[in-house]
């Protein structure tokens, strides 16, 4: 039985002739929700938001509301929205400021205004030169049509939007590294205490860090109401989420369907979604949310996208990314490729992240080049210790940022997964699979 | 955690347990401090006392029991709260230090052999200590080219660093010069320089001393000795007056390194680059190592031996006096010796020569008087004041360490900066406000700000006011900064730092190297009756200042002149007049380390040894005495200065009364009214680790001794040198030498074979110390010469000074000389930046290059005194004018 694919929210403009201008947004019930909004008294928007158990959808999760409803009081406060999509396979908030950038300047408005922001800035992965140039318009636009600016639509409310672009490095989407980076200085994530950017956050005033797709969300979520967005799914997974879908399935893509209440197997399978596994091969394994999530095998592929059924399996949906591997696939190269990305992308404040990521990098690449040894399996995994202690979902931390107990996740589960794989490796001197 | 600490913070301790043992802590330290206080070492790279911690370096996880039970965590970013459980030695604690050392080594080099830091290397030692036996790492290590030069004194060996952030914290954080920084990511994270930009720092050393490997090297020490052959003693910098502790270290018996060590009332561990490699010059090969004697023959000078040189000195000197009377003999400089030094050297100045022509400073500074007169604050007292004012020269210049000091509590907010000064200065940046005079305005300014309307009045008037005082220009007369003095002398509560550079120059004064002042900061009037009773004799009149001094000895009305350490061709603002009074005096000797312009004038050269190769005590801008130690004997049969007093007061028929330099410091202690109750005994306690601030209560030093020795506090940075100086002996007790400092006992022997102790036991009471009134009555500030700019002239910190000079790092360090001037100044003579231009004062002209300087008030000119380039301002100032006048003209 074939699932139910939702009314979209976030992609609902997705395929209209130049979505991307205002005046198609505008024909398209565009700015309305920022209208309702300024209308609103702002508790108001952030119980409707706290109401649809709003997600974060850039990777940790956290509820939108109540990270709003966490912010230091003080003044000022800044509202950040993070743009910055660098992880492989993560390609659905590129799609978003490409095809709808006014839905995320007006989401960012929203949020602005409910949380009583003095400006607002969306900082955009450098490499994005067509999201960039989008976003860039469209904030223009939205200037000149008087969504932006002094006195918003009439009502008394000012703010200004500024577009930042990024300066190349995966680790300023990391919230804290990314306001260093904002701030003009080197993008190092901030050690923590203090643990949230509502506390201490840009040019050390309370700062909301909200992901692109999460704002996205808001103009429909305040026409709508939080109850209708929470109507959909199930649990804490509530509304629609948009899933990168990537790897060794015919139809590659970002779909938005329905949490909880999709399964892994629809997204690989439906036609109107993943249309099935390439050449009908079999599903070896998959990686349910993006390059940092430990790897399931085909035996969870009926699990719903449900973000708390995930993370109690020993994984997570994290960025939304997800990857078929089939049997062609060479479980080495992939986690090698993997650890090859953080080891590339490394801030390198903390020892075990800069030091350990190289030499995981370096020992997996030696495997898959056939001069791998046997005890380089429990090297590796004494190694992945060392950087995240216990090797555990979720791991423990003991480097500033996440991105260190993100470097064991796909090697542990190549081992764990796939031992058999890495000793033919050692024992031929070569890859198995074709390069 | 956060909500627990707020609440805490009103209380003194919270108590923690590490490893079981219940430990008092600070609210709101970290739990790596408060352990080591309780003596539990927590392994660390990246953490730094005198710094903000970041966590990078993970060395330091130690588990810390929260909700979920036990998690590791960085020891140097996690505060204290009441109840903590903390372990530092449980099996997830080793893993984690195994691995991160493993980590670290996995990229380092392992050529601790040929590396200067082998063998005090922290990464070495925690790797004993705590890390894994070997590495399990067969891949290839990351390569960058060895070692690469940063700055003119610092290069650095990318593969031996482990990115720990303490020297791009220090340059940034502490010293305010963030020219290094990371580059690129991950493990090809890199400590660089800007393109193009070098570490030009003048406290680029610390950096070098901070390292917790062989990354960082200073090219003077670099290849120059291994650790492990390098004795040393605790001692104090004198390149300048701030009174920076070092270790002094040497092999073979020459000076090799000095270390800066943490003392918390003055430098907390940092050294200015001048200092940290100024033992270059004792060590130079231009030293000299015996007297010499201008011979009647060929008219050179030429080594002699002693007795000749002190006869001759002695003869002439006696021969001048029988004639011209004491007062046409002169004694100019000292301010470069020990305190006892200059005791002795008062002493035969005013006590036996008679006269009271006697200046430590050299036109350059403030009246002596006037300095000793003002209550005096400590460096703390200036960092933690409501608001300093600063009334003087470039603080980051001339006094480098201060200058970090001020900066520090400007940035955290423990004081505002008020400065007051006639061009921009390194703490013009860090100020609330800055405000700029006209040369010869300066006291106007100080009463206009104190009576107007502007804010400034009230803050100055709070109650709470430093001022960091010195002579802000060599171009104008000192009277206008002393009369500002003055006037700030009559706000409430005011205390001043004096900011004078010269090493020993506040030892010096207090001893009484100056007219009108008898040691221990008393005037020649209120000390007469003790002082003669102690002396015997004293001078009949008020002598001259420096000024005064080489005008007579121009004019031929001072015929002999002593030059105790003086260059007036180099370091007197008017070199004309210098040149005038060694041409006019008959008779110079000069007491001098080096041959310097001056000395090559003079009849006889004694040689004198210097820093670390004689003991006693320094003062610094405080007040605060610390022991100097001997380290390193002097070249050839050069002497400490005191002995050299004595020499000639014995040949002069008198005795000074005394033969050690234990009898020589007991002296001071009965006589000096402010060194009252300073006994070695005391110096040497624990407590007085970090010297004793004059006049001090001795009851509070013994009170505070018995603490301070049940927990003293070892700068963590020099665990290395603590542990090294067991041999050398941490303090003066266990050194011995000829020089050296005694302990109690020997002085108590020299006071009975002392000759005028015997005779009067003290009928006269001890004479009060000096004080300054306030001054009520305003002068006239000197009129505008509407065609003329106002000179500005100060110093830098690496110029053509002896010191300098003599340090083969840093002689070509001193930047040459360009007119400074204000934009709207320069349009008016329709001259660009970087044209040349013709200066004149009303003694000579030069041309030279100028620059914009729009820190400069209009009507104000700058140029660097002593430093090379086309303009000298020595030739141009006049030192009997109140300004220096500089008509500027295009050369075209």
Request: proline share 7%; net charge negative.
């Given at each position: 039985?074939?699932?139910?694919?939702?009314?979209?929210?976030?992609?609902?403009?997705?395929?209209?002739?130049?979505?991307?201008?205002?005046?198609?947004?505008?024909?398209?019930?565009?700015?309305?929700?920022?209208?309702?909004?300024?209308?609103?008294?702002?508790?108001?928007?952030?119980?409707?938001?706290?109401?649809?158990?709003?997600?974060?959808?850039?990777?940790?999760?956290?509820?939108?509301?109540?990270?709003?409803?966490?912010?230091?009081?003080?003044?000022?406060?800044?509202?950040?929205?993070?743009?910055?999509?660098?992880?492989?396979?993560?390609?659905?908030?590129?799609?978003?400021?490409?095809?709808?950038?006014?839905?995320?300047?007006?989401?960012?408005?929203?949020?602005?205004?409910?949380v009583g922001a003095a400006q607002a800035f969306i900082f955009v992965r450098g490499e994005f030169a067509l999201g960039l140039e989008r976003m860039t318009q469209a904030v223009n636009e939205a200037y000149e049509h008087g969504a932006i600016g002094r006195n918003i639509f009439g009502s008394g409310w000012s703010i200004d939007l500024v577009i930042h672009p990024g300066a190349g490095?995966?680790?300023?989407?990391?919230?804290?590294?990314?306001?260093?980076?904002?701030?003009?200085?080197?993008?190092?994530?901030?050690?923590?205490?203090?643990?949230?950017?509502?506390?201490?956050?840009?040019?050390?005033?309370?700062?909301?860090?909200?992901?692109?797709?999460?704002?996205?969300?808001?103009?429909?979520?305040?026409?709508?109401?939080?109850?209708?967005?929470?109507?959909?799914?199930?649990?804490?997974?509530?509304?629609?989420?948009?899933?990168?879908?990537?790897?060794?399935?015919?139809?590659?893509?970002?779909?938005?369907?329905?949490?909880?209440?999709?399964?892994?197997?629809?997204?690989?399978?439906?036609?109107?979604?993943?249309?099935?596994?390439?050449?009908?091969?079999?599903?070896?394994?998959?990686?349910?949310?993006?390059?940092?999530?430990?790897?399931?095998?085909?035996?969870?592929?009926?699990?719903?996208?449900?973000?708390?059924?995930?993370?109690?399996?020993?994984?997570?949906?994290?960025?939304?990314?997800?990857?078929?591997?089939?049997?062609?696939?060479?479980?080495?190269?992939?986690?090698?490729?993997?650890?090859?990305?953080?080891?590339?992308?490394?801030?390198?404040?903390?020892?075990?992240?800069?030091?350990?990521?190289?030499?995981?990098?370096?020992?997996?690449?030696?495997?898959?080049?056939?001069?791998?040894?046997?005890?380089?399996?429990?090297?590796?995994?004494?190694?992945?210790?060392?950087?995240?202690?216990?090797?555990?979902?979720?791991?423990?931390?003991?480097?500033?940022?996440?991105?260190?107990?993100?470097?064991?996740?796909?090697?542990?589960?190549?081992?764990?997964?796939?031992?058999?794989?890495?000793?033919?490796?050692?024992?031929?001197?070569?890859?198995?699979?074709?390069? | 955690?956060?909500?627990?600490?707020?609440?805490?913070?009103?209380?003194?301790?919270?108590?923690?347990?590490?490893d079981g043992r219940a430990i008092e802590a600070k609210p709101g330290e970290m739990i790596i401090a408060a352990a080591e206080r309780a003596g539990i070492y927590i392994p660390r790279f990246c953490w730094h006392p005198r710094m903000k911690p970041v966590g990078m370096c993970r060395m330091c996880l130690v588990e810390v029991k929260g909700p979920r039970g036990f998690a590791l965590?960085?020891?140097?970013?996690?505060?204290?709260?009441?109840?903590?459980?903390?372990?530092?030695?449980?099996?997830?604690?080793?893993?984690?230090?195994?691995?991160?050392?493993?980590?670290?080594?996995?990229?380092?080099?392992?050529?601790?052999?040929?590396?200067?830091?082998?063998?005090?290397?922290?990464?070495?030692?925690?790797?004993?200590?705590?890390?894994?036996?070997?590495?399990?790492?067969?891949?290839?290590?990351?390569?960058?080219?060895?070692?690469?030069?940063?700055?003119?004194?610092?290069?650095?060996?990318?593969?031996?660093?482990?990115?720990?952030?303490?020297?791009?914290?220090?340059?940034?954080?502490?010293?305010?010069?963030?020219?290094?920084?990371?580059?690129?990511?991950?493990?090809?994270?890199?400590?660089?320089?800007?393109?193009?930009?070098?570490?030009?720092?003048?406290?680029?050393?610390?950096?070098?001393?901070?390292?917790?490997?062989?990354?960082?090297?200073?090219?003077?020490?670099?290849?120059?000795?291994?650790?492990?052959?390098?004795?040393?003693?605790?001692?104090?910098?004198?390149?300048?007056?701030?009174?920076?502790?070092?270790?002094?270290?040497?092999?073979?018996?020459?000076?090799?390194?000095?270390?800066?060590?943490?003392?918390?009332?003055?430098?907390?561990?940092?050294?200015?680059?001048?200092?940290?490699?100024?033992?270059?010059?004792?060590?130079?090969?231009?030293?000299?190592?015996?007297?010499?004697?201008?011979?009647?023959?060929?008219?050179?000078?030429?080594?002699?031996?002693?007795?000749?040189?002190?006869?001759?000195?002695?003869?002439?000197?006696?021969?001048?006096?029988?004639?011209?009377?004491?007062?046409?003999?002169?004694?100019?400089?000292?301010?470069?010796?020990?305190?006892?030094?200059?005791?002795?050297?008062?002493?035969?100045?005013?006590?036996?020569?008679?006269?009271?022509?006697?200046?430590?400073?050299?036109?350059?500074?403030?009246?002596?008087?006037?300095?000793?007169?003002?209550?005096?604050?400590?460096?703390?007292?200036?960092?933690?004041?409501?608001?300093?004012?600063?009334?003087?020269?470039?603080?980051?210049?001339?006094?480098?360490?201060?200058?970090?000091?001020?900066?520090?509590?400007?940035?955290?907010?423990?004081?505002?900066?008020?400065?007051?000064?006639?061009?921009?200065?390194?703490?013009?940046?860090?100020?609330?406000?800055?405000?700029?005079?006209?040369?010869?305005?300066?006291?106007?300014?100080?009463?206009?700000?104190?009576?107007?309307?502007?804010?400034?009045?009230?803050?100055?008037?709070?109650?709470?006011?430093?001022?960091?005082?010195?002579?802000?220009?060599?171009?104008?007369?000192?009277?206008?900064?002393?009369?500002?003095?003055?006037?700030?002398?009559?706000?409430?509560?005011?205390?001043?730092?004096?900011?004078?550079?010269?090493?020993?120059?506040?030892?010096?004064?207090?001893?009484?190297?100056?007219?009108?002042?008898?040691?221990?900061?008393?005037?020649?009037?209120?000390?007469?009756?003790?002082?003669?009773?102690?002396?015997?004799?004293?001078?009949?009149?008020?002598?001259?200042?420096?000024?005064?001094?080489?005008?007579?000895?121009?004019?031929?009305?001072?015929?002999?002149?002593?030059?105790?350490?003086?260059?007036?061709?180099?370091?007197?603002?008017?070199?004309?007049?210098?040149?005038?009074?060694?041409a006019g005096a008959g008779f110079v000797v000069a007491v001098d380390l080096f041959l310097t312009e001056s000395a090559r004038q003079a009849d006889v050269v004694l040689a004198a040894a210097g820093p670390g190769e004689k003991g006693g005590t320094t003062t610094n801008i405080e007040g605060r005495v610390t022991v100097v130690n001997q380290k390193v004997t002097a070249p050839g049969?050069?002497?400490?200065?005191?002995?050299?007093?004595?020499?000639?007061?014995?040949?002069?028929?008198?005795?000074?009364?005394?033969?050690?330099?234990?009898?020589?410091?007991?002296?001071?202690?009965?006589?000096?009214?402010?060194?009252?109750?300073?006994?070695?005994?005391?110096?040497?306690?624990?407590?007085?680790?970090?010297?004793?601030?004059?006049?001090?209560?001795?009851?509070?030093?013994?009170?505070?001794?018995?603490?301070?020795?049940?927990?003293?506090?070892?700068?963590?940075?020099?665990?290395?040198?603590?542990?090294?100086?067991?041999?050398?002996?941490?303090?003066?007790?266990?050194?011995?030498?000829?020089?050296?400092?005694?302990?109690?006992?020997?002085?108590?022997?020299?006071?009975?074979?002392?000759?005028?102790?015997?005779?009067?036991?003290?009928?006269?009471?001890?004479?009060?110390?000096?004080?300054?009134?306030?001054?009520?009555?305003?002068?006239?500030?000197?009129?505008?010469?509407?065609?003329?700019?106002?000179?500005?002239?100060?110093?830098?910190?690496?110029?053509?000074?002896?010191?300098?000079?003599?340090?083969?790092?840093?002689?070509?360090?001193?930047?040459?000389?360009?007119?400074?001037?204000?934009?709207?100044?320069?349009?008016?003579?329709?001259?660009?930046?970087?044209?040349?231009?013709?200066?004149?004062?009303?003694?000579?002209?030069?041309?030279?290059?100028?620059?914009?300087?729009?820190?400069?008030?209009?009507?104000?000119?700058?140029?660097?005194?002593?430093?090379?380039?086309?303009?000298?301002?020595?030739?141009?100032?006049?030192?009997?004018?109140?300004?220096?006048?500089?008509?500027?003209?295009?050369?075209?």
């Amino acid at each position: 039985m074939a699932v139910e694919l939702p009314k979209p929210i976030v992609t609902a403009r997705y395929g209209l002739q130049e979505s991307w201008k205002l005046q198609t947004y505008l024909n398209n019930g565009g700015y309305e929700g920022l209208r309702k909004a300024l209308g609103t008294p702002r508790e108001e928007l952030v119980e409707n938001v706290t109401a649809a158990t709003l997600l974060g959808r850039g990777g940790a999760g956290f509820p939108a509301g109540q990270k709003w409803s966490m912010l230091r009081k003080a003044e000022p406060v800044y509202l950040v929205v993070n743009g910055d999509e660098s992880e492989p396979a993560t390609f659905k908030d590129h799609q978003l400021m490409v095809t709808d950038p006014h839905q995320i300047v007006e989401g960012a408005l929203i949020c602005a205004y409910a949380v009583g922001a003095a400006q607002a800035f969306i900082f955009v992965r450098g490499e994005f030169a067509l999201g960039l140039e989008r976003m860039t318009q469209a904030v223009n636009e939205a200037y000149e049509h008087g969504a932006i600016g002094r006195n918003i639509f009439g009502s008394g409310w000012s703010i200004d939007l500024v577009i930042h672009p990024g300066a190349g490095a995966y680790i300023c989407g990391e919230e804290t590294a990314l306001l260093e980076s904002l701030e003009g200085k080197r993008g190092f994530p901030r050690i923590k205490p203090p643990y949230f950017p509502a506390a201490i956050g840009l040019y050390g005033a309370p700062t909301v860090v909200n992901n692109v797709e999460t704002v996205s969300n808001l103009p429909w979520i305040t026409l709508n109401g939080g109850s209708a967005f929470a109507a959909m799914g199930a649990g804490r997974s509530t509304g629609t989420r948009i899933f990168s879908l990537s790897g060794r399935v015919n139809r590659p893509g970002n779909y938005e369907v329905e949490m909880a209440k999709t399964t892994f197997h629809d997204l690989f399978y439906d036609p109107r979604l993943g249309n099935g596994i390439i050449d009908d091969k079999a599903l070896k394994a998959f990686i349910p949310g993006g390059a940092s999530a430990p790897w399931f095998g085909p035996d969870k592929v009926d699990m719903p996208l449900d973000q708390d059924e995930v993370g109690k399996a020993g994984s997570m949906l994290g960025s939304g990314s997800v990857i078929a591997m089939d049997e062609t696939t060479c479980m080495v190269r992939a986690a090698w490729r993997i650890t090859r990305f953080f080891h590339n992308e490394s801030c390198g404040q903390c020892t075990p992240c800069r030091e350990g990521s190289g030499w995981v990098d370096k020992i997996m690449y030696r495997i898959e080049q056939g001069a791998g040894r046997e005890d380089d399996l429990d090297l590796l995994l004494d190694v992945c210790d060392n950087i995240a202690p216990g090797l555990s979902w979720p791991p423990r931390q003991t480097t500033i940022c996440v991105l260190g107990p993100s470097i064991p996740s796909s090697i542990v589960s190549a081992i764990r997964m796939f031992r058999d794989e890495f000793l033919v490796h050692i024992k031929d001197g070569q890859c198995p699979f074709p390069p | 955690m956060t909500q627990q600490t707020d609440q805490q913070a009103a209380k003194d301790t919270v108590t923690i347990t590490v490893d079981g043992r219940a430990i008092e802590a600070k609210p709101g330290e970290m739990i790596i401090a408060a352990a080591e206080r309780a003596g539990i070492y927590i392994p660390r790279f990246c953490w730094h006392p005198r710094m903000k911690p970041v966590g990078m370096c993970r060395m330091c996880l130690v588990e810390v029991k929260g909700p979920r039970g036990f998690a590791l965590q960085p020891s140097c970013f996690v505060p204290v709260a009441e109840d903590m459980e903390v372990v530092t030695t449980s099996e997830p604690v080793k893993k984690a230090q195994d691995g991160v050392l493993e980590f670290l080594l996995i990229n380092h080099p392992l050529d601790c052999p040929v590396c200067d830091r082998g063998g005090e290397c922290p990464l070495q030692d925690q790797t004993f200590a705590f890390g894994p036996g070997e590495s399990r790492f067969v891949e290839e290590k990351r390569h960058f080219e060895k070692p690469i030069r940063i700055s003119d004194l610092v290069l650095l060996d990318r593969e031996r660093c482990i990115q720990c952030a303490r020297c791009t914290r220090f340059a940034d954080e502490v010293a305010g010069d963030p020219l290094i920084n990371f580059v690129e990511r991950g493990d090809q994270v890199q400590v660089l320089t800007f393109p193009d930009q070098p570490f030009s720092s003048y406290f680029s050393g610390n950096t070098v001393q901070i390292c917790p490997v062989g990354a960082l090297l200073a090219s003077p020490y670099r290849f120059r000795a291994r650790p492990w052959d390098l004795e040393q003693v605790e001692s104090t910098c004198t390149a300048c007056s701030v009174g920076c502790r070092i270790a002094t270290q040497s092999s073979s018996n020459r000076l090799i390194r000095y270390l800066g060590i943490d003392s918390d009332p003055v430098n907390h561990g940092w050294l200015c680059d001048k200092g940290r490699f100024s033992y270059e010059a004792v060590d130079h090969d231009d030293r000299l190592g015996a007297p010499l004697l201008r011979t009647s023959g060929d008219g050179q000078l030429g080594e002699c031996s002693w007795g000749e040189a002190l006869d001759r000195t002695a003869k002439e000197l006696r021969n001048i006096i029988d004639l011209h009377g004491a007062a046409s003999v002169a004694v100019l400089g000292g301010s470069r010796l020990t305190n006892e030094d200059a005791y002795a050297w008062a002493k035969l100045a005013k006590g036996v020569l008679g006269t009271d022509n006697v200046d430590c400073q050299l036109g350059d500074g403030l009246p002596g008087e006037l300095v000793l007169g003002l209550p005096r604050a400590t460096i703390d007292e200036a960092c933690t004041a409501s608001t300093v004012v600063l009334l003087g020269p470039d603080i980051k210049e001339e006094l480098p360490v201060l200058f970090l000091r001020l900066r520090e509590a400007a940035i955290e907010g423990t004081t505002r900066v008020l400065e007051i000064t006639p061009q921009p200065t390194g703490m013009t940046r860090y100020a609330a406000a800055s405000v700029s005079y006209a040369p010869g305005e300066a006291a106007e300014v100080v009463r206009s700000l104190i009576d107007g309307s502007n804010g400034a009045g009230e803050l100055l008037k709070s109650g709470d006011v430093v001022v960091v005082l010195g002579r802000p220009s060599l171009a104008e007369s000192d009277q206008w900064v002393a009369e500002a003095a003055r006037v700030l002398a009559g706000l409430p509560g005011v205390k001043f730092l004096p900011a004078l550079r010269r090493s020993n120059v506040m030892g010096s004064l207090d001893m009484g190297l100056a007219p009108g002042v008898l040691p221990g900061r008393v005037s020649l009037d209120a000390g007469h009756q003790w002082f003669i009773d102690a002396w015997s004799r004293l001078p009949e009149e008020r002598g001259l200042d420096a000024t005064g001094i080489l005008s007579a000895a121009a004019e031929g009305r001072i015929q002999a002149l002593v030059l105790l350490g003086a260059d007036p061709l180099a370091d007197f603002p008017d070199r004309a007049l210098a040149r005038r009074a060694l041409a006019g005096a008959g008779f110079v000797v000069a007491v001098d380390l080096f041959l310097t312009e001056s000395a090559r004038q003079a009849d006889v050269v004694l040689a004198a040894a210097g820093p670390g190769e004689k003991g006693g005590t320094t003062t610094n801008i405080e007040g605060r005495v610390t022991v100097v130690n001997q380290k390193v004997t002097a070249p050839g049969t050069a002497r400490p200065d005191w002995i050299l007093a004595a020499e000639l007061a014995v040949r002069l028929g008198e005795d000074l009364g005394f033969d050690s330099l234990g009898a020589l410091f007991e002296e001071i202690e009965r006589v000096a009214p402010s060194h009252a109750g300073l006994t070695m005994e005391i110096l040497g306690r624990p407590s007085a680790r970090d010297g004793i601030v004059l006049p001090f209560d001795p009851s509070a030093v013994a009170a505070e001794a018995e603490h301070a020795a049940a927990a003293p506090v070892e700068a963590v940075e020099m665990r290395a040198v603590a542990a090294q100086s067991q041999t050398a002996g941490s303090d003066i007790q266990s050194v011995t030498g000829p020089e050296a400092v005694p302990a109690t006992g020997e002085g108590e022997q020299a006071e009975q074979e002392e000759a005028p102790g015997e005779e009067t036991p003290t009928p006269a009471a001890k004479p009060p110390l000096l004080s300054v009134d306030a001054l009520d009555q305003p002068s006239q500030s000197p009129r505008r010469d509407a065609y003329a700019l106002r000179l500005v002239s100060t110093r830098k910190l690496y110029d053509g000074g002896a010191i300098v000079q003599h340090c083969a790092s840093l002689a070509h360090l001193a930047p040459r000389t360009r007119l400074r001037m204000n934009s709207h100044d320069l349009d008016r003579l329709g001259v660009n930046s970087g044209d040349r231009v013709k200066i004149s004062s009303h003694r000579t002209s030069a041309t030279i290059e100028v620059d914009i300087d729009d820190g400069l008030p209009r009507g104000s000119a700058s140029l660097t005194f002593n430093t090379p380039g086309d303009a000298d301002p020595a030739e141009l100032i006049d030192a009997s004018q109140p300004v220096t006048e500089l008509r500027v003209e295009t050369t075209a």
